[in-house]
């Protein structure tokens, strides 16, 4: 007899059901008319159960036309009804007829009925088994790479039994020796848990999971698997393997999902309510308060002069414990200043005696003593802001054995936070190995983007061009050029000296507008071959901006000058008597918002002009306080990771400064944004700071990014969560740490933020005169790149590769990873719907007789009442929405692996996602994913035309192309509406209603009449070649 075995592995993200933001769930498997379940898993939103369950199949024949149906419920108490969390039914046609061909899948959990709340997803594996089942082996274990070791994910709490091995070469079944079997192998797994044990296993590769096995049968070491063969180009491209899923178990605890939020409760002044804190609180309330000694080395007087030349080079060395901070030096000079500052970190003090030590550079020999100060490092006051800066001193200058000597120099000395204003641009000691020249990209900084415009050029004619070869018919184009943005128009229709083009072109310009916009015109000769016959600039300074969409400027005319005459100099051009001319109308275009990053997420969508800015609604605190479990970055140079943070929001970037060599950073740092929509997003990225040596052409590595919209926070509430560090790369999903952040969105305007969301997401001119889709995304990479620009020219630099990564540069690109997100984020709003019609469905086959009662009451009231409809929706949604607010989020969006498709990406689907454009694969790999482009694009092709079809057959009713159908359809036609001008209304509504909630013994299995008269009805499918 042949047997269904269902191995049912894990869920995750379940919906809580206790009260308490938890469940108990356990897994109930029902097939033809047999029912089993799992164990249940006590307080776990993401159990797992690792068991198999197994079911006697009748008739393999029949297997296709059967239902599997596994539900997931939360375990109550034994007197009181159990919760549905959801149900997946799986059809018996989709079930693998061997072990081989089976694999691990998560489906989606389903919805029961139109009032359930169900999230999350499951993971099963099922086939059928011909003949005998057996437990007593467990299958072998896959062998990884020490770098995937690495990056195990922390998911389990106890030592999860391994899905059992199936056996095909036997043709009896003994239930009751199965039984003793999993009996056995529980004892087992008790006395085992008195171990600590770390095993490591894989989930969903053809052979099963991996670990050691379990049962009698347990004795022998398992072979290890055979490498995967390389991919081969075959019809069925759609299908990809699942990834391996590492795990790592802990016995006696279960830490939270990986990919997951974590809240938390940091000892901030916000959450402490202010109680024992000083003013810090007021201002710097979302970090923790970390204590600094500063040292500010403003300037040095009357310094003795100690070369034979009577001359002095003065630097300064503050010292305290074994950390040592130096000033830049100055050549030749007794009176030099230095306007330098020092912090070192309270908790890492070595030395409660600061010392400032004066010493004279030298190139030979060692550098001279000049003079020092020490301050006993109990004795320092305390500044707390917004006190004013404390006053620098004159300090007399001591020898070594403590006596006045000649010089002074002045110094600030004080104890605070990072709260005070000296803090960003301040020498730290966490940064004292780094050289003075490097010292500045450990720094933090805040920028602002440039203001951008759109530059818009309407090329409309020109007049007397010359042409380079007179005995031919030119073809002139215009090509316009503002530094690395270049357009170009068609060639002009009219083949003449006079050409006509009446075409627009746009390009980004930014502020303070200090370039030239070329306009040439060129002739083209061949394919490559273009010559240009005038050229002329345009200052963007002497450009006007246009706020007004509906008020055109003047157009201009500009003499267009020869090569040779624009490549003289200015004082050398002669005055021409005669030039080419072309005529332009050039404006900044202010009343565009200027996009730089997509606006699914976009940060800012104000307009470039200042004239048409909103007043801002509320502020946006953002801390940025620490991270754990930071991967090494730099283990190839002995390193570990030197941390820092980037975060976007509208214009203002920000960067914290970089903590050296530390896998566990606390950054302690909080900036603030004016917020002028709520419905933004703020951006923040970890990177690691790879030009902290001389390597000058290194770039900065990703660590992870986070995205946080503000529309889902609440007004005046403070989040702290540990957000994971996830990025994925051409080996798969990694997550490279965690990052502790403190959100805080506070309303100061309820009336305009309310108003907000009835207006426009983009300014009125993106309405009024769209541009398209394509100029966008081509405007857009143009934004970005003056963007980055400009802010690698600041100090410390934010690097192009920190600007591309927090606007997400590449997010245009083709990725079937990210099309099968996509996919599933509408098969997922599509299973509302479906809801519905499977609970209208269940009320038509009376499959609950009361409810299908209820609605034919309801449905007469309605027919009866028909004013009461509209204010009925209205009120169910009202109640819909009130019911729900039970089951509010109470945690900030953020990026979700498994919505992203990352967590079982193919890792030929994730190399093609990282290919470069155009590609730089093998032809054999390029053949492989365009056969697979075109089996995709074939799927998309049928879908396409049965929708065609469909339309078509709609629009054939009444064509006369089938004159036999036509007729039938108008008189029938007539019929109903002579019927329905002699009936009222009413009464057809309660005959139409009746008849289609008429019960199942009524019915009729095969199709209706007029569905089987529209499927006749003639389409253009058959007129396609």
């Not at 249940?40 to 393999?60: G, I, Q």
């Not at 539900?71 to 034994?78: C, F, L, T």
């Not at 479990?629 to 914290?656: F, H, I, Q, S």
Request: proline content about 7%.
């Amino acid at each position: 007899m042949a047997k269904l075995v269902v191995q049912v592995l894990d869920a995750a993200d379940l919906m809580p059901k206790d009260g308490q933001g938890s469940a108990n769930p356990f897994v109930e498997v029902d097939f033809d008319g047999q029912r089993q379940r799992t164990q249940t898993k006590t307080r776990d939103l993401y159990p797992a159960w690792n068991e198999t369950l197994v079911f006697n199949v009748a008739d393999p024949r029949n297997l296709p036309f059967s239902t599997i149906e596994v539900s997931v419920y939360n375990d109550r108490k034994p007197n009181e009804h159990k919760n549905f969390l959801g149900r997946v039914r799986i059809s018996g046609d989709m079930v693998p007829v061997s072990e081989g061909e089976a694999s691990v899948q998560r489906y989606p959990l389903d919805k029961r009925g139109l009032f359930s709340h169900i999230r999350g997803d499951i993971a099963l594996k099922l086939h059928v088994v011909h003949g005998e089942f057996s437990s007593n082996q467990s299958p072998p274990r896959q062998q990884h790479s020490s770098q995937q070791q690495r990056h195990e994910h922390h998911e389990s709490a106890q030592q999860i039994p391994v899905p059992e091995e199936i056996h095909t070469n036997h043709f009896a079944f003994n239930k009751n020796e199965y039984d003793d079997e999993i009996n056995h192998e529980k004892k087992k797994k008790n006395k085992e848990k008195q171990k600590e044990v770390r095993t490591f296993f894989s989930v969903g590769t053809g052979g099963g999971g991996g670990g050691p096995g379990h049962g009698p049968g347990h004795g022998h070491v398992p072979a290890p698997a055979p490498a995967a063969a390389p991919p081969v180009a075959t019809a069925n491209h759609m299908r990809a393997g699942p990834a391996n899923m590492m795990h790592m178990q802990f016995p006696g605890q279960k830490p939270p999902p990986n990919f997951g939020l974590v809240e938390t409760r940091p000892p901030v002044a916000a959450r402490m309510g202010y109680r024992g804190a000083d003013k810090t609180a007021t201002t710097y309330d979302l970090v923790e308060r970390m204590h600094f000694l500063y040292v500010n080395v403003v300037k040095a007087r009357d310094l003795p002069a100690m070369d034979i030349t009577g001359s002095l080079d003065p630097y300064v060395e503050v010292k305290l414990g074994n950390y040592k901070g130096i000033t830049r030096h100055h050549e030749k000079n007794q009176y030099p200043v230095w306007n330098q500052v020092f912090a070192f970190s309270k908790e890492r003090l070595q030395s409660t005696i600061l010392e400032v030590v004066v010493k004279d550079k030298d190139l030979v020999t060692k550098d001279d003593f000049v003079g020092r100060m020490r301050f006993d490092v109990v004795d320092v006051p305390t500044r707390v802001p917004p006190d004013s800066p404390l006053a620098p001193q004159w300090y007399r200058l001591e020898d070594k054995n403590g006596m006045k000597t000649r010089g002074e120099i002045m110094l600030a000395v004080w104890m605070g936070t990072q709260a005070d204003e000296a803090f960003p641009g301040a020498w730290h000691s966490d940064a004292h190995g780094v050289s003075p020249h490097n010292l500045a990209n450990t720094r933090s900084n805040v920028y602002f983007s440039p203001k951008l415009y759109y530059l818009r050029i309407h090329v409309i004619e020109a007049q007397d061009l010359i042409p380079v070869d007179r005995s031919r018919q030119p073809e002139f184009y215009v090509k316009i050029s503002l530094k690395n943005q270049s357009r170009a128009t068609r060639i002009a229709p009219a083949r003449g000296l006079n050409p006509i083009w009446q075409e627009e072109l746009m390009l980004v310009a930014s502020e303070p507008f200090d370039e030239f916009v070329v306009i040439s015109v060129e002739d083209r000769l061949g394919p490559g071959k273009d010559v240009c016959v005038g050229r002329t600039g345009v200052p963007v300074k002497r450009i006007p901006q246009r706020i007004d969409s509906t008020k055109l400027l003047e157009a201009s005319w500009f003499d267009l000058g020869r090569p040779s005459e624009w490549e003289e100099e200015g004082e050398k051009k002669k005055e021409m008597r005669f030039s080419s001319k072309i005529h332009l109308r050039l404006c900044l275009d202010a009343g565009y918002h200027v996009l730089d990053e997509a606006t699914h997420f976009s940060s800012d969508l104000q307009p470039s002009s200042k004239h048409l800015r909103k007043q801002s609604i509320g502020i946006l605190e953002l801390g940025i306080l620490s991270a754990q479990n930071l991967l090494p970055m730099k283990m190839r140079e002995g390193r570990l990771t030197d941390a820092y943070c980037v975060a976007k929001y509208g214009n203002k970037w920000v960067r914290t400064r970089t903590l050296l060599n530390t896998l566990t950073p606390r950054w302690n740092e909080q900036y603030t944004w004016e917020v002028y929509d709520p419905c933004t997003v703020v951006t923040v990225g970890v990177f690691d700071n790879c030009h902290i040596n001389e390597k000058e052409e290194s770039r900065d590595q990703r660590i992870g990014k986070v995205r946080i919209r503000l529309s889902t926070l609440e007004t005046d509430r403070i989040y702290t969560h540990y957000y994971p560090l996830l990025v994925l790369t051409p080996s798969g999903l990694k997550k490279h740490g965690e990052l502790h952040l403190a959100i805080r969105f506070t309303c100061v305007a309820w009336v305009n933020m309310v108003v907000q969301y009835g207006r426009p997401l983009l300014p009125k001119m993106h309405y009024v005169q769209p541009i398209s889709v394509k100029h966008i995304d081509w405007l857009r990479h143009q934004a970005m790149l003056i963007v980055a620009t400009r802010l690698s020219r600041a100090e410390p630099p934010l690097k192009r590769e920190n600007v591309e990564y927090m606007l997400d540069a590449d997010y245009h690109m083709w990725s079937l990873r990210r099309s099968k997100a996509n996919f599933n984020r509408i098969m997922s709003l599509l299973s509302g719907i479906s809801a519905v019609f499977r609970w209208l469905d269940g009320i038509c086959m009376w499959r609950n007789p009361l409810t299908t009662i209820l609605v034919h009451i309801l449905f007469l009231i309605l027919v009866c009442y028909p004013e009461l409809i509209l204010p009925t929706i209205f009120l169910y949604l009202f109640a819909i929405g009130l019911w729900n607010y039970r089951f509010r989020p109470r945690k900030p969006s953020h990026m979700d692996a498994r919505i992203s498709q990352a967590e079982m990406a193919h890792p030929d689907e994730l190399d093609e996602e990282f290919d470069t454009f155009p590609t730089s694969r093998p032809p054999d790999v390029v053949r492989m994913r365009y056969d697979r482009m075109r089996s995709i694009a074939g799927r998309v092709q049928t879908v396409v035309g049965d929708m065609a079809t469909q339309g078509e057959r709609a629009m054939a009713l009444l064509s006369w192309r089938d004159s036999r159908a036509t007729s039938i359809f108008i008189i029938i036609a007539l019929v109903w509406a002579v019927f329905l001008y002699v009936t009222p209304f009413q009464v057809v509504a309660v005959l139409f209603g009746l008849y289609w909630l008429r019960h199942p013994r009524f019915r009729n299995r095969m199709p209706s009449v007029p569905v089987n008269f529209f499927k006749r009805l003639p389409a253009k499918s058959d007129l396609l070649l």
